[in-house]
């Protein structure tokens, strides 16, 4: 009994051993190619030459502006000069929203006038040509609103005043928290009468930058639309202290944006096409437009030239991907998603099949991980890749979103995912006239390029794992 055991436990460890010897040298070749990955982005990066020129040659990139256009015909230029299998652009119809003239904002205390720094939000109406000059009434949510009702907010101005929650870790945590005053402020202050809104920054810094967004009037008609604009961090609290002094002091502002008719403008894709698998589909991605206020080197130039640069790595460091990997630079996410949009419905159309997505649109910072929507099983299989990351610091792997843009591709089947680089910093920038080429780090940006081509190889190599026949993700 005693030598049949041994013998068993003989053979156990024997096939432990054996198992241990077959993954070290399966990894060996990954790490060396991640290796040769890294060090081509590293010495031989084009990410931080292209956002050069997109964000100091080109600049803002609003949807439907001539920036956005001069971006796309950049953008197809570069991916033709790679020497790509197929480089083409897809019409998409887009959200044409100009701010016109630089805002104006100052309130009264003491005898005093004291300037703010405001913008419009996107998707805003104007004041009247003399502005609007009211009183104020300061809150921090819906809830507030509707207690006080019509007969405290009627004819007045309605100030959210509230902040990113700054105990939270995950700034996109606190973001979330509190993004809903920015986007339908207005649509709920209308309700009460309010004749304008001014919304705190989505902004953990106290600075002097207003951040723009999006917002939204939902169903509301036109005529009952109220101009909205951001006020700087440094200014809220300013004001905030001011209406405590003197809760009648009365606040002017005075924008000049318009909503135009929709124009056509284009997503901008690359292809290089598999060899043994070339109708499934990998792609990579950032958006190409951004907002007007600074140049977008973060929000989502960074995203933009590191995923042109996965396809450039790709064929640099000598690797034949089995199944054809796209990059998608995505038109109109900024203010109305319909490049993602457009691109996940002629997909659907033509019928092909996307396994895998990943987005960068979280900053140029230093990469951190993924984030993964995807199977139980597609997952434990990257976790099981995690050991070929460590050396270069990349940890963060967890199930959650993935990407604004790749979100209508998603399938019960396939994996999509989101770059998660360093957060704490991004909301500084996020929106704002600050977010310029001078606030990006280009090795945080080629670090970025080299772990999203490291991610694309490996599951190229390996593949995703399919379900079992009719059986869905349970959430």
């Known amino acids: ?199 705190r920054s989505m902004n953990l810094r106290l600075d002097d930058f207003p951040h723009t967004g999006s917002m939204s009037y939902g169903d509301l008609p036109v005529n009952k639309r109220i101009p909205s604009a951001a006020i700087s961090t440094n200014d809220a609290e300013a004001l905030s202290s001011a209406l405590k002094a003197n809760k009648d002091l009365k606040f002017f502002f005075k924008q000049s944006c318009e909503q135009l008719e929709d124009v056509q403008s284009h997503n901008v894709i690359g292809e290089i096409t598999g060899s043994e698998f070339p109708n499934e589909y990998m792609i990579v991605g950032g958006h190409l437009d951004s907002w007007d206020l600074g140049d977008g080197s973060h929000d989502d130039g960074a995203g933009v030239v590191q995923s042109m640069d996965v396809l450039r790595l790709i064929k640099e460091s000598g690797i034949k991907p089995k199944r054809s990997i796209r990059v998608v630079l995505f038109m109109n996410e900024e203010n109305g998603l319909r490049g993602g949009r457009e691109y996940a419905r002629a997909a659907e159309e033509k019928n092909e099949k996307h396994v895998f997505a990943l987005e960068s649109d979280a900053g140029g910072f230093t990469p951190r991980g993924f984030s993964f929507d995807c199977s139980d099983a597609n997952f434990n299989q990257v976790l099981g890749w995690k050991p070929l990351f460590k050396p270069y610091l990349i940890h963060y792997f967890e199930k959650g979103g993935s990407g604004a843009d790749i979100g209508p591709l998603k399938k019960d089947s396939n994996v999509l995912v989101g770059l998660r680089p360093d957060s704490q910093r991004y909301f500084d920038y996020h929106h704002a006239s600050s977010d310029t080429f001078d606030a990006v780090n280009k090795r945080e940006l080629e670090l970025g390029a080299a772990t999203m081509t490291s991610l694309v190889y490996l599951f190229d190599k390996y593949g995703t794992n399919p379900l079992p026949e009719n059986k869905s993700i349970k959430n």
């Open 1 to 199: 009994m005693r030598l049949k055991t041994h013998i068993y436990t003989m053979k156990s460890y024997l096939s432990i051993i054996v198992l241990l010897v077959f993954s070290y040298s399966c990894a060996q070749p990954d790490k060396e190619a991640l290796k040769t990955i890294y060090k081509q982005s590293l010495t031989n990066g084009k990410a931080y030459e292209w956002l050069d020129h997109l964000s100091n040659k080109i600049g803002g990139r609003l949807s439907g502006s001539e920036n956005a256009e001069k971006a796309v015909l950049w953008a197809k230029t570069e991916l033709e000069k790679l020497g790509l299998d197929k480089v083409w652009i897809q019409p998409v119809m887009v959200p044409k929203w100009i701010r016109g003239e630089k805002e104006e904002a100052f309130y009264e205390v003491r005898r005093m006038t004291k300037k703010v720094n405001i913008c419009a939000l996107g998707g805003s109406v104007a004041t009247n040509n003399e502005g609007i000059r009211a009183s104020v009434i300061e809150v921090q949510d819906f809830e507030t609103l509707e207690k006080l009702g019509k007969s405290e907010i009627k004819g007045k101005i309605v100030f959210y005043n509230r902040p990113m929650q700054a105990d939270l870790i995950s700034t996109f945590s606190a973001y979330g928290g509190c993004v809903n005053q920015r986007y339908a402020g207005a649509m709920e202050a209308a309700k009460y009468g309010a004749v304008g809104v001014i919304v």
